[in-house]
């Protein structure tokens, strides 16, 4: 198999940037309700059409959700996440459901730092268009093809998004 990349890195394109500066609006539970729903809904049917047993990227968003909830602390929510890390480690070799366990990890994550919503995207995009697309096309498709699934993340949380937030979360980004 070709080398593939794991995730997008054009931090300058549009999407990229009008999602960041979305997220930097939005408190950290509109921001974590978006990515898990978004995770469960659009990644988590690619990495179980693999991975049909592996019930890790689904408890990392349940145990998510309980933190929102106040149902558990953050060093039990850390655990499963880490699990959805190594279910996407473990993954090696299915780019499009490893993408998307890294993607599931990120939207569980955006529990401790808003800045791993953006994961959702990152490696989501991928994921998507690895699924669709196949591997044998050319990285400039499927980057194409993921900043158009960016552009429906961002319509996503534009959709829940709310106007003057008051408590915003506070993101220093790192690219």
């Given at each position: 198999m070709k080398k593939y990349r794991?995730?997008?890195?054009?931090?300058?394109?549009?999407?990229?940037?009008?999602?960041?500066?979305?997220?930097?609006t939005?408190?950290?539970?509109?921001?974590?309700?978006?990515?898990?729903?978004?995770?469960?809904?659009?990644?988590?049917?690619?990495?179980?059409?693999?991975?049909?047993?592996d019930n890790r990227p689904q408890l990392a968003l349940?145990?998510?959700r309980k933190w929102l909830n106040k149902e558990v602390k953050l060093p039990e929510?850390?655990?499963?996440?880490m699990g959805c890390h190594q279910a996407a480690n473990d993954a090696e070799?299915?780019?499009?459901?490893?993408?998307?366990?890294?993607?599931?990890?990120?939207?569980?994550?955006?529990?401790?730092?808003?800045?791993?919503?953006?994961?959702?995207?990152l490696y989501g995009g991928l994921a998507i268009a690895y699924d669709q697309l196949g591997m044998d096309k050319p990285w400039e498709e499927h980057e194409t093809f993921a900043l158009n699934e960016c552009q429906k993340m961002l319509a996503a949380l534009q959709a829940v998004a709310?106007?003057?937030?008051?408590?915003?979360?506070?993101?220093?980004?790192?690219?």
């Open positions: 794991k995730m997008l890195s054009n931090w300058q394109a549009d999407p990229i940037q009008d999602l960041m500066r979305l997220i930097e939005q408190s950290k539970t509109t921001l974590v309700n978006w990515a898990v729903d978004y995770a469960e809904i659009h990644f988590l049917p690619i990495y179980y059409r693999s991975y049909t047993l349940d145990y998510a929510v850390k655990k499963y996440i070799g299915n780019p499009a459901a490893q993408a998307a366990a890294r993607a599931i990890g990120q939207a569980a994550s955006s529990i401790h730092s808003a800045m791993h919503s953006l994961g959702l995207a709310i106007e003057n937030e008051p408590d915003p979360v506070k993101v220093k980004w790192f690219c």
